[in-house]
């Protein structure tokens, strides 16, 4: 099995990728900010997984690493926040892609809770 086999995983990257789609509207004096700062935050959730599987042997290693994608999975919900709240998402958008960070920060905590089930000893 590889990490991209992980549900977490595929949904995660799934919604960093529909965040980088909507955010390629977001205003030109954003690119350094908010725009930046959403897709940073966004990706880091998957490569955070793909670090933590690696790290799965060692499993303090592994929840650490699991708990770092979930503070960014936060991270992007907050970003979130600001695009609507700019106006730059609209409503319906917004609470799609928050119920998908929802979907993925459940994912992230039952990976936490039940290490041995991912190869974690």
């Not at 995983?9 to 725009?35: D, N």
């Not at 790290?55 to 592994?62: A, D, E, L, S």
Request: with cysteine; aromatic share 12%.
């Amino acid at each position: 099995m590889s990490f991209t086999d992980l549900l977490a995983f595929k949904k995660s990257f799934s919604l960093a990728m529909k965040i980088f789609e909507v955010s390629k509207h977001f205003p030109k004096e954003e690119k350094y900010s908010l725009t930046d700062q959403i897709r940073r935050s966004s990706r880091s959730v998957s490569a955070n997984i793909s670090e933590a599987y690696r790290k799965r042997q060692y499993p303090k290693h592994f929840a650490s690493k699991l708990s770092d994608s979930d503070a960014e999975n936060s991270e992007t919900l907050t970003w979130l926040l600001f695009a609507l709240k700019c106006e730059y998402l609209d409503k319906k958008t917004f609470d799609n892609l928050v119920s998908e960070s929802r979907e993925v920060g459940k994912l992230i905590n039952y990976m936490i809770n039940n290490p041995s089930k991912f190869g974690a000893n």
